[in-house]
């Protein structure tokens, strides 16, 4: 079992920026490639951006990509989430997930691989 909180979210205008956080506890956080994904009223969820278990691979979806920054401290448990340049179009509620197998290598696009949710954290950003 992994337990996941987030933190950070908050409203903010157009162009500045923002941190997300995501503190883990359970399963060996350092061995586990973690995501983070996003969710707008109507839409389905959203894929933003993966680690790999160490940190040493990224992967970000196209609309965040250059202005997204997924990191990972795995002595602190903690996932995050940079966020510069946002737009209104970033509005959405956003989780940070962990796949179901620390045997899984690499990053994750599709939620399916994600077996672990926090709880959300509302990010708003006015134009």
């Known amino acids: 079992q992994v337990q996941l909180v987030e933190s950070g979210g908050g409203l903010v205008q157009a162009g500045d920026s923002l941190r997300l956080s995501c503190v883990a506890s359970?399963?060996?956080?350092?061995?586990?490639?973690m995501g983070w994904f996003r969710r707008t009223p109507g839409k389905e969820r959203e894929f933003v951006a993966s680690?790999?278990?160490?940190?040493?691979?990224?992967a970000y979806a196209d609309s965040v990509k250059g202005r997204f920054t997924i990191s990972r401290d795995n002595a602190k448990n903690t996932l995050s989430l940079q966020m510069n340049s946002l737009n209104p179009e970033d509005t959405a509620v956003y989780y940070c997930?962990?796949?179901?197998?620390?045997?899984?290598?690499?990053?994750?696009?599709?939620?399916?691989?994600?077996?672990?949710w926090g709880q959300g954290t509302q990010v708003t950003v006015s134009s």
């Open positions: 680690i790999s278990s160490r940190g040493g691979s990224t």
């Open positions: 359970g399963r060996t956080f350092s061995s586990t490639v």
């Open positions: 997930a962990a796949v179901r197998s620390p045997s899984y290598q690499g990053t994750f696009l599709q939620s399916s691989y994600y077996a672990y």
